[in-house]
């Protein structure tokens, strides 16, 4: 029996995967395989099927049109949704105006319910519904039944079983009616969702606070809510061949580059992989270079940042199932500025990026240059704080490799250790951890007090740092950092440094180089390290190549002009 | 799994080539040597002293020699070795670390030595690497291992800090000429001027009892030398006055004061208090706090093979304390001040001046005016000012402002009984 | 021919900038200063003035070959077997200059640094990083020098004018260092320090042009005239002259002269990380360099199969040298006289061949 059914299934999976793409090609083939594999299966089925049902509609053929006849496409529906064991999907049969049958298939808690049992069901049931020009049973009364009686604001109307099957696996109710080759499909989606909220992992001051869902179409109205413009397109694209998953393309046409823009969906058109769970998973599959540290998509939790990065003539992509949105191209600087960043005055914005920039730095290189001056430059810092480090390293079993190695290990592991945790004692268990190691260590002479700062001191550089994916690749960089300084000092951690920096300088976010605007230089604009006035920021980030470079017009020169007697020039586009 | 294997393989084999002992040396198992000092050996050519920190912490117990294990948490280690460096291998025998020279701040050697010269001592260390340019030279007097044995930590608890802070004072009062061993070794090689050094010593704390030494007439701030001073507590070692080189070798002695008048021609002279005999009540000290107003000014001509010099000097100065109640801050005598102080100025500075010449040593750094004069180093060279100033005319000149008078700006008298009678 | 990407008029002077004033920080200093005294300074000028004269030649060449690298020049004017002969010698002397400039570093950084790590460590690390240039080619190595150009001047002319302190006047006096006459035959001598400006003609396919490549040869040359000539007045305003004769490296001593009170000073770090990526950044373009000429002359495609042994070859021959007093008076004074015939002399000579034998490069459009 199991065996059986395993056959049947394994062979509607194959044909709905092929269905899809390319119906005619595909009929051959199952024929070919459901004649190969018939003799046991189909009379066990049948008999299996016959208790189930008194009626026996067999499809006739294999074709993906939708048959007028009703029972055949109800029988399709049942085969491709494996109705005798599956309990999702709910098949209505109804009769319209008491007269045409007809059935609604829809899954169970997809739908939203109220649609359905106010809105659709009640009025195709009425006596109203019944075409009164047409007495004809044979004659499709689906332009009638649109036109007249279906008061939803939302339907299409599909002629192919494919695509019915996949509107109701998003949550939409199909009504099939007697006679018609096409049914119509009512946007019914009602599943549960999360609501709106803070975003969890980049929280701001000064600054929208709502985040991203899970939810794609919420995603894109968040979006669509910010950026009130008809030129902000909104391309779907299918991915994951399995579980038909969606993601969206959102650009600004005429902003973004169009040869960015179809290299984007190009790539993710031929992304050929049974599942898609979220953005992380096609920015793997898009990215130029997947063997280096250096994150080259931004991925954002923040739709105002993502809506900024559109206005700045960057690509959106959004997959369903993340809260978060995937910015492309990016350079390495655009990951350290916030949204923040533009909303705050121009002296608080540049003190927060350098701040920022201290942060990476010292994340990056602090446990290096302290190993390189401990091990080989000790000449290299004031008398003073190298009596301080003798002095605490004097209990010290370990060397200093091996100290550093073990307390940056720990610090992770508190890292981490406090993401696992659940939320509420997950604070906890980091404080607690952190001071209680830390403390217990040193008193118990196993690491030295200044080393415990340095290290602390690192991990706080590493939070500032905006981007969580660049976040990773510099703690992992600075552990190869480390180890260069234990190696060879200051010269290891140059050595290291040149190559990771002539990598990062040759890798691509889709096509815009890495380190633009500095290398290969462009014009710096005036918002890349110090984030200059507003008024100023006149052009588009030079490195994006932007169809439209020109953001604003002469703002405050205008009525400064205007006080002045001089005459407004106000050029303005 | 093979590919695996080969990778776990590759790596170990990266680890043990590529970690670890590429000439890495913990911080702890160097002994910084804080202070180090050369003085001609007894039983061998050069002995070697070094201060090194005990780093026993705060409870640490002090074991041992009271006397070579001190409280403060510094100890000094002298051997006799054949050569300076050499000597740092021997020491080795009894310490457990490296000696380094990175962080030594001052660099002692002996007055007998630097009379023989310290030149390829110097270069020696220099050559090196370790040491840094900027550590100070100091010639003591006396031996350099006991120099080091009494200099201890009697306020704060950094030596080094405390080391390097005393040669600061050079700011503050210009008893000394604080100056990198890297220049010194770099004046020694000069035909602009020639080098000098920090003099010190201990001071035994005998001479503020000593009655033989109280003057009959007022004995200036810095009429001192090293381990001189009049005085009880603090340090024993003592940094007063400026050892003069001719090349290499120590040819004399300037005192604290005659130190003040170097630093004031060279121009590098900051601010001291300087104290003078009061014009018009001869006997009582009058003293300045006294600046440089802007750098001196040198005019060298040659009279045929002569150097004549005028030299300007330009001071400004606060009155801060008058013990005498003549209203000096008055517009007519304050000039009086003024003329008197510019006046001891110019003879100080002509006596170190003159001392200078007698020791055939320019260390006033009138070359570097004279050079302007040659246009080629050839001309320069063959000429060798060094030895041209022993017969230099040199015109000296001061000129002194009193800028405040600072809290009070009238001296009233004091009242006494027997007034007005 | 191999694939080489474009690189803008910035990157390009960035480059080639940092190549050439690379060297005041080794010895340069100090021999230029053995030679001319006081007057190092503006010998450098009168270098600069020389090497931009030779220059023009250069550019004179190059403009009558538009797109074209001065190696496919020379096959064009002097005929291919005494094209390979020359770029073959140009070749040589750009896999030489390297290990000679990575043996003085390593050596520098021997006595300075890391005196107990063995050389040969050093060597490799650097010849590792060299390779890794090399691999991502010319676009990645012009992008990380404008990278680390704006590094390398705010660091450069930080250690100038924190020695400030030091500064004196005098120290500049003689003002004629060892007479005129000297310091003008040793200014055109010495001007082929800066004979890297070769590399833009070796590079000229890969910039956008011909008039870029007068840009870029004069900028450079100017910029690193400057370099080189502010880092002497410095160190000339800090180092009396029989000082400065003296030492290894003058521009670290410098940097370890630094000092404001008991907290600044040891300022070296600063100056270790700059020092080490501009040398780093120097040896990997004139090792990619002659990678390339190999390619150009073995009519390669693809430069992968020849890096890793030219790596070797560099790797060797940096530990053949025996000393540093070999690298200072017998390798680098060598190269230094050859590099003015080889890549002064010899692109006149092909300018005039060219000119004599009415050779033109076609017309394109770049």
Known sequence: MKKAFDEIYRLYVNDEAVATKNSQKNNTRREKSSSRSTPLTIEEWNKKRKVQEETVCQPQSNSDAISSELCVNLEKIKQRFLMHKNQGIIIREFNIGKKTNAFIAYIKGMVDKQTLNLAIIPQLMSKEAADENNGSDDQCTIDYLVKNVLAVHNLTRLSKFSEASMQILRGASVLFIEGCDECIVFDTLGYEKRSVSKPVTESVVRGPQEGFTENLLTNITLIRRIVKNEKLVNEMIPVGNTNHSNCAVIYLEGIANPKVINEIKKRIKKINTDVIMGDGMIEQFIEDNSLTLFPQILSTERPDKAASSIMEGQVVIIAEGTPFALVAPVTFFHLFHTSEDSQLRCPFGTFLRLIRLVGVALATFLPAIYVAVALFHSEAIPTQILEAIIEARERVPFPTIVEILLLEISFELIREAGIRVPTIIGQTIGIVGALILGQAAVSAGIVSPILVIIVSVTGLGSFVIPSYTMGIALRILRLFFILSAAMMGFFGITVLAFIVTIFACSIKSFGVPYFSPIAPSTKIGPDFLIRAPIWMQKNRPDEFNTPNRKRQGNNQKVWIDEEQGIGGDDSNT | ?421 | MIKEGKIGVQEAVCLVTITMGNQIFFTAPTIVTQHVGTAGWYMTIISGIVAIISFTFIYLLLKRFPGKGIIEVFDITFGRKLGFVISFTYALSCLVAPSVLLREFSEVLKVFILPLTPISVIIGAVIIAGIVAAYLGLESIARISKFIAYIFLVGYVAVLLLARNEYDFSNLFPIWGYGIGTTIKEGITRSSVFSEIILVAIFAGSLQGTKHIKKIGYISLILSCLIISGGLFCLTLVFPYPVLQEMTSPIYTLARAIKYGVFVQRMDPLFIFLWNITTIISISVLFYTSVRIFCAILRLEDKRPIIMPLGVVVFSMTMTIVDITDVIEIYIELLRVYALGLFYAVPIIALITAIIRKKKGAEINA
């Not at chain 2, 740092?88 to 020279?101: G, Q």
Request: a negative charge; one cysteine or more.
């Open chain 2, 1 to 421: 799994m093979r590919r695996l294997v080969i990778m776990i393989l590759s790596g170990a084999l990266m680890i043990s080539m590529l970690t670890g002992c590429f000439g890495d040396v913990e911080v702890n198992d160097w002994a910084y040597a804080y202070t180090v000092g050369l003085e001609k050996g007894v039983s061998n050519k050069t002995r070697f002293t070094i201060q090194i920190p005990t780093l026993k912490g705060e409870g640490g117990e002090v074991s041992g020699e009271s006397s070579q294990t001190d409280k403060d948490g510094y100890t000094y280690i002298s051997i006799d070795a054949p050569s300076s460096l050499s000597g740092a291998n021997m020491i080795n025998t009894a310490l457990s670390r490296k000696v380094n020279f990175m962080h030594t701040k001052i660099f002692v050697v002996s007055e007998d030595l630097a009379r023989e010269g310290i030149g390829e001592i110097l270069n020696t260390f220099l050559r090196f690497g370790q040491l840094r340019m900027i550590t100070q030279l100091v010639v003591v007097r006396g031996s350099a291992r006991d120099f080091i044995r009494n200099n201890k930590l009697v306020v704060g608890k950094s030596l080094p800090k405390t080391e390097e802070d005393i040669m600061n004072q050079e700011k503050n009062a210009g008893l000394i000429d604080n100056i990198g061993i890297g220049e010194l070794v770099g004046q020694m090689k000069l035909l602009t001027m020639q080098a000098t050094a920090p003099l010190a010593k201990l001071n035994d704390f005998s001479n503020q009892e000593d009655e033989e030494n109280a003057p009959g007439e007022l004995k200036t701030t810095g009429n001192y030398y090293a381990g001189e001073l009049p005085r009880t507590g603090g340090d024993k070692a003592e940094y007063i006055g400026t050892a003069v080189f001719d090349g290499d070798k120590m040819v004399g002695e300037l005192s604290g004061d005659e130190t003040r008048m170097m630093l004031m021609a060279s121009g590098e002279f900051e601010r001291a208090f300087i104290t003078i005999e009061d014009p018009i009540e001869k006997g009582l000290p009058e003293t300045f706090d006294v600046r440089r107003q802007k750098p001196p000014d040198v005019k060298i001509s040659l009279k045929g093979d002569r150097p004549v010099i005028d030299l300007k000097v330009f001071l400004e100065g606060d009155l801060i304390a008058l013990r005498s109640s003549i209203n000096y801050e008055s517009k007519e005598l304050k000039p009086v001040l003024e003329k008197a102080f510019e006046k001891y100025i110019e003879t100080e500075l002509d006596k170190t001046i003159d001392k200078c010449k007698r020791l055939n040593c320019d260390v006033f750094a009138f070359g570097t005016e004279a050079v302007k004069k040659f246009p080629t180093i050839q001309e320069w060279e063959e000429y060798n000012w060094i030895s041209h100033f022993k017969d230099a005319e040199v015109n000296v000149e001061v000129r002194f402002i009193i800028r405040r008078t600072g809290t009070v700006i009238k001296t009233n008298p004091f009242k006494y009984a027997g007034d007005g009678e």
